[in-house]
């Protein structure tokens, strides 16, 4: 991520991964420095209770709008909620990495993490999953990076718990 940050010089990055159990979009308001595994990831990797990064902070705040994100996903007709936890394990990995970067070395740069349910497909081969389709995702993370780069400070609001 350090390297595509240095080669393309974005003002806003926007993670994603698949939150398989979450029913709706869901924008990360706070990541946490652990990893802790459950299963192992696809190389065999299962890291337990270990820092993401040694010495690093013990959690960071997202510095998107997330509550303004949330609220117009919402308003786009998109089931959309607000996460305060990316787990302990690849997304909440990625999304402390991100944080952990613009905290310091891109202090300009303004980033966050979003989870997106699976697709039906992916459903359909396990019991009981919740699922989006990819067009409605792709439509959702579209909102988010729009109201993401034209809104820098959140806005509280009621209607997110």
């Given amino acids: 991520m350090r390297k595509e940050i240095l080669r393309t010089d974005p003002e806003l990055v926007v993670a994603t991964g698949q939150g398989g159990s979450r029913p709706d979009i869901t924008i990360e308001r706070v990541v946490i420095n652990l990893d802790d595994a459950q299963g192992p990831d696809n190389e065999g990797n ?8 040694p010495d690093g902070p013990a959690a960071y705040f997202s510095s998107l709008p997330v509550k303004t994100c949330t609220a117009a996903v919402l308003e786009a ?6 996460s305060h936890t990316a787990g302990t394990f690849l997304c909440n990995h990625i999304a402390y990495g991100l944080a952990h970067l613009i905290a310091t ?18 459903a359909a081969d396990r019991e009981r999953r919740p699922s989006m389709a990819s067009a409605t ?12 780069s034209t809104t820098e400070r959140d806005e509280a ?3 997110q718990q």
């Fill in 46 to 53: 299962q890291p337990i209770d270990r820092p993401i990064v």
């Fill in 137 to 148: 995702a792709a439509e959702a993370l579209r909102v988010v990076l729009t109201t993401a």
């Fill in 105 to 122: 070395e891109f202090p300009h740069l303004r980033g966050g993490f979003v989870h997106v349910p699976f697709t039906p497909a992916q």
């Fill in 77 to 82: 007709g998109i089931p959309a909620s607000l």
């Fill in 157 to 159: 609001t009621d209607s």
